[in-house]
C-alpha cells in the first residue's frame, strides 16, 4: 500500500471516529502535511482518492470539507470502517454463535491467500440495529494477522479491536454483491420466510499492504438494509 493510500485510509478513519458531519471542515493542506510529515503531492493524491470514494470536497480558496450523506437510516455501501462508524447515533448489538479456530475451507483459503492447513478464526453473528435484525454475518480471519478473538471483543466492533488493540491498519476491501432469494436457515437467522428476497455481500479486507485478513459473508434483511453509494459527477 502506497503511503497516499494509507493517508487516505486515516483520514476517512478520523472522520468517523469523531462523526463528522456533511460540510464540517478538515484541516487545511499544510497542516495535513506536517501532521503526516509527507510531501504536497502525496497529501494531494490522498485527497483526489477520498474525492473519487466520496467522502470529501474541496473549494478552490476555502479548504477540504467532509461529504456526508444526511439521509437518516441509510449505510454508506462501500465503507471499509466497518457497520458501528458507518451507523451514526443508531444503536448496534450482535448476537455471538460461533467463535472459533479452524481450517479454512478452499474458498475461504482461495479468498484469503492463505493455505487450507493454516488456521482462521470462525466468526459468525447476527446482527441488530435499534433492536431489529439487520443481517446475519459469518467472517474469517487470517490468525497470524489476528491472533485472538473472544466473544466480548466479537460482540462490540472488531474493526475498532483490531485497530486500536492490535494496531491493524484496514486499507481496502474488495466487494462482490448478489440480490436472491433466502434459503431456510438463513430466512431461520433473519426471522423472515425462505424464499424471501435478500442480498448478499462478499467482502475481502485488506491490510494497506494488500495482504486480506478477513473474508465475510453477510445476509441482510431485506427490510431493514438501506445504502447510500456516493459518486463524483455525472454518471455514463
Known amino acids: 500500500m502506497l503511503k497516499y493510500q494509507q493517508i487516505a485510509a486515516e483520514i476517512e478513519q478520523y472522520i468517523s471516529q469523531h462523526d463528522l458531519k456533511q460540510g464540517d471542515k478538515l484541516p487545511v493542506l499544510e497542516q495535513l502535511m506536517s501532521q503526516y510529515a509527507v510531501s504536497k503531492s502525496t497529501v494531494t493524491k490522498a485527497l483526489e482518492l477520498l474525492e473519487r470514494r466520496g467522502v470529501v470536497f474541496q473549494l478552490r480558496g476555502s479548504g477540504i470539507f467532509v461529504r456526508r450523506h444526511n439521509r437518516p437510516g441509510y449505510m454508506s455501501l462501500f465503507s471499509t470502517q466497518g457497520f458501528k462508524s458507518n451507523l451514526g447515533d443508531r444503536v448496534l448489538t450482535s448476537d455471538v454463535l460461533d467463535v472459533s479456530v479452524t481450517k479454512p475451507d478452499e474458498t475461504v483459503a482461495q479468498n484469503l491467500g492463505i493455505d487450507v492447513t493454516d488456521d482462521v478464526y470462525h466468526v459468525e453473528r447476527v446482527r441488530f440495529v435499534d433492536g431489529e435484525v439487520l443481517c446475519h454475518e459469518e467472517s474469517y480471519y487470517v490468525k497470524q494477522i489476528v491472533p485472538y478473538l473472544n466473544r466480548e471483543i466479537v460482540a462490540d466492533s472488531i474493526f475498532d ?70 459518486a463524483n459527477g455525472p454518471y455514463m
Open 161 to 230: 479491536y483490531v485497530q486500536s488493540a492490535l494496531g491493524v491498519t484496514i486499507g481496502f476491501s474488495d466487494m462482490y454483491m448478489q440480490v436472491g432469494r433466502l434459503n431456510a436457515t438463513e430466512a431461520g437467522y433473519l426471522g423472515l420466510q425462505a424464499d424471501d428476497p435478500t442480498l448478499r455481500i462478499e467482502t475481502i479486507f485488506h491490510l494497506t499492504n494488500g495482504k486480506p485478513f478477513d473474508y465475510s459473508r453477510i445476509t441482510y434483511h431485506y427490510e431493514h438494509s438501506q445504502f447510500v453509494v456516493q
